[in-house]
């Protein structure tokens, strides 16, 4: 989807905004600091989408008693939704939540979005794809939960609605160990599919993500905090803001580099002054007279690479020298009683 262009790279802020709306504020302008294409939230309606059957993923909140009550006070009311998307647009963000109930679709379409993420859980959430379908907007679906034939569903779908897509390779393990990571699933992706890929990364590290660029990622996802003592589920999961500003960097570094193939033939003859720096020239190691017939011992490597370069050292080796030279004199062809090194012709 992302064509010829730069990874996409994306903040996740899910609920590291901990219910405050001035938090998920200072998130964005975070994000856009740190040089991110993307800023990504949740969009949670506790009563459209959990019950009280609900059971805590990591039980790290004293103020909620369930975790219905938790989604309740992770709500924000329409009004700040769009608030918060036309921050991100001032900013120069695009603006993305997932939403995990019709009721989110509904009202993220109606506050705007730049793109669908579908979380782990929803893949196969038959209500959500034909709300989303009908903006015909992209759609970036994590796969972190799921089995072949459920992805296979989701594509299914996604190409019956001729939906531009993106599948995230994505490891529901908080924090994903490196044994987990499946960068190897991009490329299985790609032969299976034929699609965009990218990864939604838990790691709490840069490296993954790293990998999947230098694997031809599309997109990257990574969770974001501002400290690792902040509070919430994702913490351990998640990038600092100093380290996803680190990650932008690596990212659009190795963009640059594979985008510049080295012609290592050109690069030698650019460098030719540093090559004469740093390579050797062939020195006499004693005082000889004319007529020596040179053998080892009489020879030597010295720099810079000014004179005879050292790679013909076993040429100049049986050879007659024409006139007398010093110990440590840099031999030049004219020292030679007969013109046999031809290979310096042409050299620069």
Not at 36 to 53: C, G, L, R
Not at 223 to 233: A, D, I, L, M, N
Not at 240 to 260: C, H, I, P, S, Y
Not at 315 to 337: I, K, M, N
């Amino acid at each position: 989807m992302q064509g010829n262009a730069a990874c996409l790279l994306m903040a996740e802020v899910a609920q590291a905004h901990d219910g405050s709306l001035g938090t998920a504020h200072a998130y964005i302008d975070a994000a856009a600091r740190a040089g991110a294409d993307a800023i990504k939230f949740q969009t949670h309606y506790a009563d459209a989408e959990s019950s009280s059957y609900e059971t805590w993923r990591v039980r790290f909140s004293r103020q909620d008693a369930t975790r219905y009550e938790y989604w309740q006070r992770m709500e924000f009311s329409e009004t700040q939704w769009k608030e918060l998307r036309d921050h991100a647009v001032s900013k120069g963000l695009r603006f993305l939540s997932s939403p995990f109930s019709k009721r989110a679709v509904e009202m993220l379409r109606r506050v705007g979005v730049d793109a669908w993420k579908v979380a782990s859980g929803e893949i196969s959430n038959p209500q959500l794809f034909p709300l989303m379908a009908e903006t015909g907007l992209p759609v970036y679906v994590s796969t972190g939960m799921s089995s072949w034939p459920e992805i296979d569903g989701a594509v299914e779908r996604l190409e019956r609605e001729r939906l531009p897509y993106v599948l995230l390779q994505c490891t529901s393990v908080y924090p994903c160990p490196a044994a987990k990571v499946g960068v190897n699933v991009l490329g299985e992706f790609r032969r299976r599919y034929g699609c965009a890929v990218g990864l939604s990364d838990h790691s709490g590290t840069i490296y993954p993500s790293l990998a999947a660029v230098a694997l031809g990622a599309e997109v990257v996802e990574v969770h974001v905090t501002f400290s690792r003592e902040c509070f919430g589920p994702d913490v351990a999961s998640s990038l600092t803001t100093e380290e996803l500003r680190q990650l932008v960097d690596g990212v659009r570094f190795l963009e640059t580099a594979m985008a510049n193939p080295v012609d290592k033939d050109l690069v030698s003859r650019e460098l030719q002054d540093l090559r004469r720096l740093f390579t050797k020239s062939i020195v006499a190691e004693a005082d000889l007279p004319a007529g020596t017939v040179l053998n080892d011992w009489h020879l030597g490597l010295r720099k810079p690479g000014t004179g005879l370069p050292a790679e013909l050292l076993g040429r100049v080796v049986g050879q007659r020298l024409a006139r007398a030279v010093s110990r440590g004199q840099f031999l030049v062809e004219e020292d030679f009683a007969a013109p046999v090194l031809r290979e310096l012709q042409g050299r620069a």
